[in-house]
């Protein structure tokens, strides 16, 4: 009589391919799980996204904006940055508006609207702005002033007011040096833009540079005058408080 064969008994437990299948899925769970500790999700940046490509479709609710860090463009400091990323286009608007104003008065000679490193800048000769050594405002300036604070003082955001003078020492009168006289005329400006033009004081800083910062060396007559100014700088913030 032939052997029956004997039936192999798997013994308690789980099939053995259920196992193998236990330890993929742990892995693959394991991988997602250490794929997630290595992500950082910035949610400030991510609504950010979600804003920017909702306003390039027309869907920006009214009165919203997405702002970039002021200090920040792409790693760089605000300092770094190029000029398109710092100067807003209302304040582009204001320069090309006060440009075409100087030219038709025929006063870009004596007020010069520049666009450097620093952003825009409005050059004003002292022999407009002021008599010699002396801090008052002449009427002449007074007016060119009120003009220039119309077009700039809705659409800027701030205005530092720089007074500058020649290499030429001071000789008598009530200030000391140049250090004194580019500041006074610094104030005497700033004060005009608020007490008479209407500028919100808030946007406004001023200070005197003496002789120190010249636009051109100070060895002719003609230069020395270039460098007699004051500089109204529109900034893209609010003064440091």
């Given amino acids: 009589m032939a052997r029956k064969k004997k039936k192999e008994d798997s013994g308690p437990g789980a099939p053995l391919w259920l196992v193998s299948y236990g330890d993929m899925v742990t892995l693959v769970l394991t991988f997602f799980v250490l794929l997630f500790s290595f992500s950082s999700i910035n949610v400030q940046k991510f609504e950010m996204m979600i804003m920017s490509f909702q306003g390039a479709l027309g869907f920006m ?80 300036g007074m007016r060119v ?14 205005v530092a007011v720089e007074g500058h003078t020649d290499s030429v020492p001071l000789r008598g009168g009530i200030y000391r040096d140049n250090w004194g ?28 540079y003496g002789s120190h910062r010249p636009i051109v060396p100070n060895d002719t007559p003609e230069h020395m005058a270039l460098n007699r100014r004051v500089d109204l700088v529109f900034l893209s913030k609010y003064p440091k408080q």
Wanted: a neutral charge; aromatic letters at 6%; proline letters at 6%.
């Fill in 145 to 158: 002033l009120f003009k220039i604070a119309e077009f700039i003082k809705d659409s800027v955001p701030a």
């Fill in 61 to 140: 609710p009214g009165g919203k904006s997405v702002q970039q860090d002021p200090s920040v463009f792409g790693g760089k400091p605000a300092s770094q940055a190029g000029d398109a990323e710092r100067i807003t286009p209302d304040i582009h608007q204001a320069a090309q508006n006060l440009k075409n104003y100087l030219r038709a008065e025929g006063l870009d000679k004596q007020v010069v609207v520049r666009i450097d490193q620093r952003g825009v800048s409005v050059s004003l000769s002292d022999q407009l702005m002021f008599d010699s050594g002396k801090a008052e405002l002449k009427p002449e």
């Fill in 181 to 208: 006289l580019s500041a006074a005329r610094a104030a005497a400006v700033a004060s005009y833009l608020n007490d008479r033009a209407g500028f919100d004081p808030q946007k406004l800083q001023a200070v005197g």
